[in-house]
């Protein structure tokens, strides 16, 4: 039962480095998600996919670009790393329109992002 | 303005007694969704209740209920019996708009409530 899986799960890197975030499900979701977490500011939504091939701005897309080549897979990038960018990432997925009475969205266990 | 409103920083109660930790939401939406997520020490996310804005009835699972007030705009998340594993933070969330609908499942969070358990 893997559900959302993130790597890596802890990083650190340099002002103006950059890196790729990846994020895979196995449950077949539509919707996929990266949210950010701040302390005293929850969590902010960066970037989503309603599908494959397709991505979307969310609250704070600034710095960030995502791509969804497969279903199964988002991926959120940093290409150039500033320590405002020091946070928890969340990749999250949801079910979409098909089959689901909530909405409720699957949480991987975060990545945690320091940059110096 | 704030869509999602947890007006707690902290919350701290004693262990098999009950808490409502309080949330009051902003939407012009007829048909949205409120969630609560707990959030341990370890750091995940654990999605804990959903109350959907035509519910008529308060949502419950286990100890946990959801005190809907859609005319107040508030959606409480009350815990019974606590227990010392109940100690993590708690977000109050709400997607805008109906699950198939153009909001695209995406939810706003609120700043979240961290609660503690005493013995």
């Known amino acids: 039962n893997a559900g959302v899986t993130q790597t890596p799960k802890f990083r650190v890197l340099k002002t103006g480095q950059s890196m790729t975030l990846l994020c895979a499900q196995d449950?077949?979701?539509?919707?996929m998600y990266w949210y950010r977490q701040d302390p005293g500011m929850g969590l902010r939504l960066i970037h989503y996919?309603?599908?494959?091939?397709?991505?979307a701005k969310g609250e704070v897309p600034d710095g960030y670009n995502v791509s969804r080549l497969k279903k199964q897979n988002f991926l959120l990038g940093l290409e150039s790393a500033a320590p405002s960018q020091t946070s928890v990432y969340f990749c999250?997925?949801?079910?979409?329109?098909?089959?689901?009475?909530?909405?409720?969205?699957?949480f991987g266990e975060g990545s945690r992002l320091t940059v110096l | 303005a704030q869509k999602i409103t947890q007006t707690q920083p902290g919350m701290f109660v004693q262990e098999k007694e009950a808490v409502t930790l309080d949330c009051t939401y902003d939407?012009?939406?007829?048909?949205?969704?409120l969630f609560w997520y707990k959030q341990p020490s370890s750091g995940e996310m654990i999605f804990l209740i959903y109350?959907?804005?035509?519910?008529?009835q308060n949502a419950t699972e286990g100890r946990y209920s959801l005190n809907f007030q859609k005319a107040r705009k508030s959606a409480n998340l009350v815990i019974s019996a606590s227990q010392l594993g109940d100690s993590a933070m708690y977000f109050c969330?709400?997607?805008?708009?109906?699950?198939?609908?153009?909001?695209?499942?995406?939810?706003?969070f609120g700043q979240g409530t961290i609660l503690t358990v005493h013995p």
């Open positions: 999250a997925s949801s079910r979409g329109t098909s089959g689901s009475s909530t909405g409720e969205l699957f």
């Open positions: 449950m077949n979701h539509e919707y």
């Open positions: 996919s309603v599908g494959e091939g397709t991505t």
């Open positions: 939407t012009s939406d007829q048909s949205y969704g």
């Open positions: 109350q959907g804005s035509y519910d008529e």
């Open positions: 969330a709400m997607r805008e708009g109906g699950i198939g609908g153009t909001s695209y499942g995406k939810l706003t």
